[in-house]
């Protein structure tokens, strides 16, 4: 009853994740892969993952998903992929935005028949790139890419990548990989193109985002000083912003905010610092007009 006033209310997100649940299907079926490693939705989760630490909207959505309105689309493992699907890939980034895949993508269309011919042309374009080859690693296998000069572990998977107009933004340091390209980034139309060849662990992922994410402005400019168990997600209705700020923790937490409010729960005014009970819970009305 105290927050019925946020009916109606929406959520703002410049950033999406497609899941696409046939491919899901596809991938769990496909022999060319180990069934241990494969895992496509735990994937999506780590890709996720630092989003929901730093407080910044996302929206899980579908292949044929309106992909317009989002500053940053990410797209791993989409080993099922439609030739339309890849068109609207090709549109969104050469009008601006901003696409990341991975390894595993890009191999068979919608009836699971393989794409004759190599990588397809379109992802080619799109960036910059051939994928020659996928290898499945064993479970004791590692390897390293290097990247702002620090190292990240690689594990499960490593591609074969052929350049094209794409460079590369970090390379393998073991093996017969050695030297050649595993993280790349390729400038198409107004747009870019990222792509991750391996699967890595999180740390590579918190710092590849946090690099895009500074550079696109993605960041929770509300949240000046945020903790990683205390979740903010927030939706808009006209000039106010509902703050829903909760603590996942058992442990009391404080965070600090770019603007003060009224708790809908309680009636009583928040300021910039905020204190969290464990597991409590603020949905502060902010007015941003």
Request: charged share 25%; with cysteine; glycine share 6%.
């Amino acid at each position: 009853e105290k927050m019925k006033e946020i009916k109606g209310s929406y959520k703002e997100a410049k950033v999406a994740i497609i899941y696409d649940w046939e491919n899901n299907w596809a991938l769990n079926d496909a022999q060319g892969f180990s069934n241990a490693s494969k895992q496509y939705p735990q994937t999506l989760q780590a890709h996720y993952r630092y989003f929901w630490d730093q407080d910044i909207a996302v929206e899980v959505v579908t292949s044929d998903a309106d992909l317009s309105k989002y500053t940053l689309v990410i797209a791993p493992m989409l080993y099922l992929i439609r030739e339309e699907t890849m068109t609207r890939f090709a549109e969104y980034v050469e009008n601006g935005g901003t696409l990341v895949s991975t390894y595993i993508t890009g191999y068979v269309n919608e009836s699971d028949l393989t794409y004759m011919g190599g990588w397809p042309k379109t992802l080619q374009e799109i960036f910059g790139l051939e994928v020659k080859e996928t290898d499945t690693l064993y479970p004791k296998d590692k390897n390293q890419l290097i990247y702002q000069g620090l190292p990240f572990e690689i594990h499960d998977y490593c591609s074969i990548l052929a350049l094209k107009e794409a460079k590369s933004l970090a390379n393998y340091t073991k093996d017969f990989y050695a030297n050649t390209p595993v993280i790349t980034k390729n400038n198409y139309g107004k747009g870019t193109a990222y792509f991750i060849g391996a699967r890595t662990t999180f740390d590579f992922l918190e710092a590849f985002y946090a690099e895009i994410a500074q550079e696109k402005q993605l960041l929770n400019k509300w949240v000046v000083q945020g903790d990683k168990e205390v979740s903010v997600q927030s939706r808009d209705f006209e000039d106010y912003t509902y703050q829903f700020v909760m603590n996942f923790s058992e442990q009391l937490k404080e965070i600090q905010v770019a603007s003060s409010g009224i708790d809908l729960i309680t009636g009583k005014e928040k300021n910039k610092t905020l204190q969290l009970q464990p597991y409590e819970v603020l949905l502060i009305k902010v007015n941003e007009g």
